[in-house]
Nanobody
Framework: QVQLVESGGGLVQPGGSLRLSCAAS????????MGWYRQAPGKQRELVAA???????NYEDSVKDRFTISRDAAKKALYLQMSSLQPEDTAVYYC????????????????WGQGTQVTVSS
């Protein structure tokens, strides 16, 4: 069974920084993409940043130049370094993996963490 556990959320003042971490347990034969999503109250979940196994990244426009996604394949970990945080970044942040757990036996599956709250407020 694949489990994702996020950590690193909290309360930060505008302009501050936080680093989110996601630890994956369980085996996945093939990871397609890893990423961070967020969901603010009353809004739909949106992609914040994603990274492929080749290291290709993409970011939501509002976080470009402020957030950096990275991964450690050996540790099966995913990170999101967030800087210059603004109140509009307040949301629950979710770790996501799309992958194939057993090649030849299953298709691509989305795995989600339980989420970590990020609150930006003075």
């Amino acid at each position: 069974q694949v489990q994702l556990v996020e950590s690193g959320g909290g309360l930060v003042q505008p302009g501050g920084s936080l680093r989110l971490s996601c630890a994956a347990s369980g085996s996945i034969d093939k990871i397609n993409t890893m990423g961070w999503y967020r969901q603010a109250p009353g809004k739909q979940r949106e992609l914040v940043a994603a990274i492929t196994t080749a290291g290709r990244t993409n970011y939501e426009d509002s976080v470009k130049d402020r957030f950096t996604i990275s991964r450690d394949a050996a540790k099966k970990a995913l990170y999101l370094q967030m800087s210059s945080l603004q109140p509009e970044d307040t949301a629950v942040y979710y770790c996501h993996i799309n992958g194939i757990r057993r090649l030849g036996l299953s298709g691509p599956t989305d795995y989600w963490g339980q989420g970590t709250q990020v609150t930006v407020s003075s």
